[in-house]
């Protein structure tokens, strides 16, 4: 009995120690040790590698096939556009040159720039996007981002620096689209499924870094591009790491194997400003958020039809809380569908105020007018009682339960029910069977939301599936997308967000901002952030080499 | 039994277990008499504070009391674990005994049913069905119930396989008991200590099962306290707000310590083996 279990002491205590040293080596690898000054300016340098982390691995980086997140993520640092937005959000040329738009605003011919190439060598010419536009068109392509380019009724190449495309009627949304749509190789995807090609693994683009390496499960690495079209990054390396858990990315972070990621705002706001270290090697952003959160109702199921019921839920929240208890206040209320401080967002509105006489007033005027033993209002003896629907988030479920109790307060029952991302659309949203939501909308630049608020768009699986329904709005929409001239343009997307606050399908609750946080041996990063957030000009960061962390071996 | 009782409270091991476990039930059932604030009452100017006179156990990410939520996730725990292992008894007893009493082919399919739910991974089975239908304390109850019975089945069949050769079951049987008088009067109450000690260990695992649903979000659900979706709002936080994570994690270890040393001392105490040598 007892040499066994000397041994194992004697094997435990080697262990220890055997970790022990390969700490202590690992501690004085660290770049630079201690006398590493993060605050000190460098002047810009090329090299280095950055490592960030996203929640999922991406299924392919063919964007338009993929459709995830985490995959335009990595494909937009391998793949251009013919447009892109700059540091306000204007457009600007990316593969092209210029752009002009025919007098009678149905024809759009883009010119290319002069001697752009593929990652591989070969010319990347107007085919190429003749080739692509084709295939986010084609019926077998398996692609949600269809829509918009299908308008297009004739596509042409005059020559090879020339693409041109008509459209039926003037077509507002288009040029933003174009901005949206990343050119793919004709001559390495031609004659191939699109869907299934193993393309989408070993991907060829034209933009600052090409794929060098992807390991399935733990990450992907991007190198510069030589043939870059346009220009070389300073950067030489990305890599993204998986990590699903959010927690887990955080603690990558403290460690310091991945440079950035985006916080939480307790993260931010509480755990990062408390610890000296982290205030040494950490710089934090504020990004204007690019989506915002919502309480929607479904306007098939009575009561919600009601529109004093919906008003009155809306006077019933109080959003000040929201964005304080959820946000710490890294956010901002919402009154316009549009990110806030932008040319859409129309600055005469602004969100209900938290008023639960005026809630319950309007209840009252909606039928409610009883009240049983526990307080809750009733209409023909029964209560308004209702399952919030949301899924595994932590902010929004936070977000649940202080919307319930500011419900409960005024006499509704509401519950909370947190799903899986996937059952929840499968089960919820594509069938209609909800009473009330708690999601969220992104904000994309062009104010186009034809597909979210017209009431053709509530076909299963479809946006609307709110089941939201104005004639007014929906002339709106449609004249929007025909609007061509800036200022009108606003003026019809100011209307339509007024008609949406007043009918209230939905209660705005917030806008988180984006809170990235970067280690601070990544220079050239604009604080504050510009409208389009501090990603625009990555190309332009850069990495001082005594900075740099100690290359991963392979 | 009132001899046994006493001197199962002479055995340290179930003396301590009895001890902890009358607590933490007392602590549950006085939760609302003892819980300084509303468990549910936010509030947003007291966000991730540490632990202070105010807020013994400190308080949440909504503001919200840790200490009073911890009471209020006691009773939850408390009444999964007891009622769901109630279910499980009551069908293990069931079929445990037609089992052991009819033997025969009723035996060889509950039997191997047995055999089938026990390859199984109970905690993956349970995942797979409450993923079907609204994650709700009853439903938890229920499920956990219908998916540990086996080791009781096992059990009572078992005792009753033995007790069938006994000379009072002879008797009786000789004297044309009916199967229902032989199976309820005669053999059950005398199978009743290792069902005991199966069901206080039972209320342990239940408990363990139940946090960690919760602890995965599919358990009790929000705004409703427990220990498993305390220490969820914990994780995220864990090396800032250390409260949220250390003191629900310490009620589970000392609530599934306490029946395990309870079950463990009963064992000791009831068994008639242990019993007759001394």
Redesign the interface.
């Known amino acids: 009995m007892e040499r066994p279990l000397l041994l194992k002491y004697l094997s435990l205590r080697m262990g220890t120690l055997l970790s022990l040293g390969l700490l202590l080596t690992a501690c004085s690898k660290e770049p630079g040790g201690n006398a590493a000054d993060f605050d000190q300016s460098y002047p810009p340098s090329s090299g280095g590698t950055l490592i960030d982390a996203t929640a999922g691995e991406p299924s392919g980086l063919i964007p338009m096939i993929a459709g995830e997140a985490a995959a335009s993520a990595v494909a937009s640092n391998i793949f251009n556009s013919l447009l892109k937005y700059d540091k306000n959000l204007e457009l600007q040329g990316e593969l092209a040159q210029s752009w002009s738009v025919s007098p009678d605003q149905k024809t759009i011919t883009f010119k290319l720039k002069p001697g752009l190439k593929w990652a591989d060598g070969k010319p990347l010419t107007s085919a190429d996007v003749l080739f692509t536009w084709k295939l986010v068109t084609d019926d077998n392509t398996r692609t949600p981002y269809g829509s918009d380019y299908k308008l297009v009724i004739r596509a042409e190449t005059p020559d090879v620096a020339t693409f041109r495309v008509s459209y039926a009627n003037p077509y507002a949304p288009a040029l933003d689209s174009w901005a949206g749509l990343q050119i793919l190789p004709e001559h390495l995807l031609k004659g191939q499924d699109i869907n299934t090609t193993s393309f989408r693994f070993k991907p060829v683009g034209s933009h600052y870094y090409k794929l060098e390496e992807w390991k399935p499960g733990e990450r992907i690495s991007l190198v510069r591009n030589p043939n870059s079209t346009q220009g070389p990054p300073r950067i030489d390396r990305l890599v993204s790491r998986f990590i699903p858990d ?2 887990a990315q ?2 990558e972070l ?1 460690a310091d194997n991945i440079d950035s990621m985006t916080l ?1 705002p ?1 993260q931010y706001s ?2 990062v400003p ?1 610890r000296e270290d982290l205030q040494k090697k950490l710089a934090l952003y504020k990004e204007l958020g690019n989506n915002y959160t919502y309480l929607g109702f479904n306007l098939k199921h009575k009561p919600f039809d009601d529109i004093r019921v919906r008003q009155a839920i809306n006077y019933a929240i109080d959003k000040q ?1 929201l964005i ?2 959820v946000l ?1 206040g890294l956010g901002e209320p919402v009154s316009s569908p549009y990110k806030p401080g932008t040319r859409w967002t129309n600055p005469d509105l602004s969100p209900y105020p938290y008023d639960p006489n005026k809630a319950i007033a309007l209840m009252k005027e909606a039928g409610y007018t009883g009240r049983d033993k526990e307080g809750y209002l009733l209409r023909n003896g029964k209560r308004l009682s209702f399952d919030i629907l949301t899924n ?1 988030n ?1 902010q929004r ?2 977000s ?3 919307v ?2 500011r419900l409960k307060e005024i006499g509704i029952d509401a ?4 799903m ?1 991302w996937a ?1 929840f659309i499968g089960r919820f949203i594509k069938t209609g069977d909800f009473d009330v939501v708690l999601l969220g909308w992104g904000l994309s630049l062009d104010p186009d939301q034809y597909s979210i608020w017209h009431s053709s768009q509530q076909a299963p699986g479809q946006f609307n599936f709110i089941g939201y329904n104005n004639p007014r709005v929906d002339k709106l929409l449609e004249q929007g997308r025909l609007e061509l001239n800036p200022d009108k343009r606003m003026k019809i997307y100011h209307e339509f967000a007024s008609i949406l606050l007043a009918d209230s399908p939905i209660v705005y609750l917030y806008a988180g901002y984006g809170l990235p946080a970067i280690h601070k041996r990544v220079k050239g990063i604009d604080n504050p952030a510009p409208p389009a957030g501090i990603g625009y000009n990555s190309y332009d960061w850069y990495i001082p080499p005594p900075l740099r962390r100690n290359e991963i071996s392979q | 039994m009132p001899n046994k009782w006493r001197q199962a409270l002479r055995n340290p091991l179930a003396l301590s277990g009895f001890i902890i476990i009358f607590g933490i039930l007392l602590l549950a059932i006085l939760a609302p008499f003892i819980a300084p604030y509303d468990a549910n009452a936010i509030d947003v100017k007291a966000i991730l504070l540490p632990p202070s006179l105010q807020h013994p156990m400190g308080t949440d990410g909504l503001g919200r009391d840790v200490f009073s939520r911890m009471l209020f996730g006691a009773r939850i725990s408390l009444l999964v674990g007891i009622v769901a292992v109630g279910i499980a008894t009551s069908i293990g007893i069931f079929l445990g005994a037609i089992s052991g009493y009819y033997r025969g082919w009723v035996d060889v399919v509950i039997m191997r049913l047995v055999d089938v739910m026990l390859s199984i991974p109970t905690f993956f089975l349970i995942l797979a069905v409450i993923a079907f239908l609204t994650p709700s304390i009853w439903n938890i109850m229920i499920v956990i119930g219908l998916t540990s019975w086996m080791g009781v089945t096992r059990l009572v069949r078992a005792e009753f396989l033995s007790l069938r050769g006994r000379e009072f079951v002879m008797a009786s049987e000789t004297l044309g008991a009916r199967d229902f008088r032989m199976i309820f009067i005669h053999m059950l109450p005398n199978s009743l200590t290792p069902i005991m000690v199966s069901f206080v260990l039972g209320v342990a695992s239940a408990v363990l099962v139940e946090s960690g649903l919760s602890f995965l979000g599919l358990g009790v659900q929000a705004p409703q306290a427990s220990w498993g979706n305390i220490l969820t709002d914990g994780k995220e936080y864990i090396q800032f707000a250390w409260w949220l994570s250390l003191f629900p994690g310490v009620a589970i270890l000392l609530t599934v310590l306490g029946y395990n040393l309870l079950g463990e001392g009963l064992r000791d105490v009831l068994d008639p083996r242990a019993n007759n040598t001394r």
């Open positions: 959010p927690a955080f603690l403290l939480n307790i509480r755990i408390s809380e304080d208890g710490l595994q932590k479920e936070m649940a339960v202080l319930q109790r519950n909370i029910r947190v899986e059952s």
